[in-house]
């Protein structure tokens, strides 16, 4: 490896250029050497802007070219699988946005590709950067509530206009760098997976299976559509290996400018925690009496949204010991999905398919 990593950005949409792009061209401890895309046009753009010389249609292309030690991907979700894959077959680090990947036959894949080659694999999950989410992770990881009995979990947000294909209409309101999404980036269900369950409860999913370090066994699953072709509006209920329970329920329908709703509360034996995710705060009670918080200083970045691509320079760097987002835990938050979608359109409980699980 090259002093400091050589890092791609595959994909130059929305996300890309308002976060990945302007946070590594920014960071010392890397070279932004290149960025990826199909359309021409965005690519241009985003080359200009950021004034990075090195442009690509493809992987197969750059790999064809140049060096690289990571890539951030952030294409459209179905995309991931096959371009996490072909970088991690030519030896490419990577950190690949959320939804990980839409089936969980490819996720695994993923994850075992990466072991087998000895590489970095880290998800775009934001939220696991903040530092109630770090504190959540260590007071479940301690059984500082004892054993857990229920999660409860509300995620409420603002994107049914991206379901709709209409994305131009939060122009007003979110700071877009270039762009927004592409209109089918989240409302066609092949590019997407899926509406809310896909873009939204996948944060949720992700930060409570990898909090409780548990995969789910069962799901079952409720979801509305109205007249969308992607949900617009889910209620789950799930049971963990560890006899935890769960339930979640997540809208995207809040309306134009309305601030996040994402609370999340986990019972033990001894004790309660309660994650109020949206404004980075954090409160553990347990039976001793004790109770900490996470809150007003502690808080920091309420959404890091610059750190998940430099997490994956500082994994392979060695500055960072620990993956804060790893591909195994972010396997089993496909899987759950996977089994969210089936079990609401089949109208029935959806057991996790033990021959697609994978060894913990
Ligand atoms: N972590 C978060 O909070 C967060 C927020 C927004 C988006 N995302 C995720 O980031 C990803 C991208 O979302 P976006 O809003 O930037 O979408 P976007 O539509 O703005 O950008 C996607 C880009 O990928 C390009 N692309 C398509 N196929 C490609 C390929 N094979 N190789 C390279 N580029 C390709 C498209 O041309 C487009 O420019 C999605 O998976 C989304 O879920 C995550």
Known sequence: MSAKPRIAVVGTGWWSTEFHIPSLKKYQDCELVALIDPNG????KAQ???????????????????KLDGAIIATPSAMHYPVTKELLENGVHVMVEKPF?????????IVNL?????LHLTIGYTFQH????????????????????????LFASMAEAYYRGVPEQYKGIFNWAITGPDPQTFSDPKLAGGGQGQTQVSHAIGMILHAINQRATQVVAFMENRDL??????????????NIIGNLGSTGNLRDGDKHQQEFRYYGTKGYILHDMRNGQLLVRNDKGNQYEISGEDIGDIYPALNTSRHLVDLITGKAKINLAPGLQAAWAVEFLEAAYK?????????????????K
């Open 130 to 153: 903040t530092n109630a989410a770090k504190a959540l992770k260590q007071a479940l990881d301690n059984q500082e509530i004892g054993e857990i009995l229920l999660v409860n979990g």
């Open 41 to 44: 046009e965005k690519l241009k």
């Open 114 to 118: 990466a072991k087998a080659k000895s």
């Open 48 to 66: 200009d802007m950021f004034g990075i010389p090195s442009g690509y249609a493809s992987v197969t292309e750059a790999l064809a070219e140049i």
């Open 101 to 109: 990947t839409i089936f969980a036959s490819e996720a695994y894949e």
């Open 229 to 242: 072709n992607v949900d617009l509006v889910d209620a789950m209920a799930f049971t963990c290996e560890a």
């Open 343 to 359: 079990s609401a359109s089949t109208n029935s409980i959806v057991k996790v398919k033990p021959n697609i699980r994978s060894g």
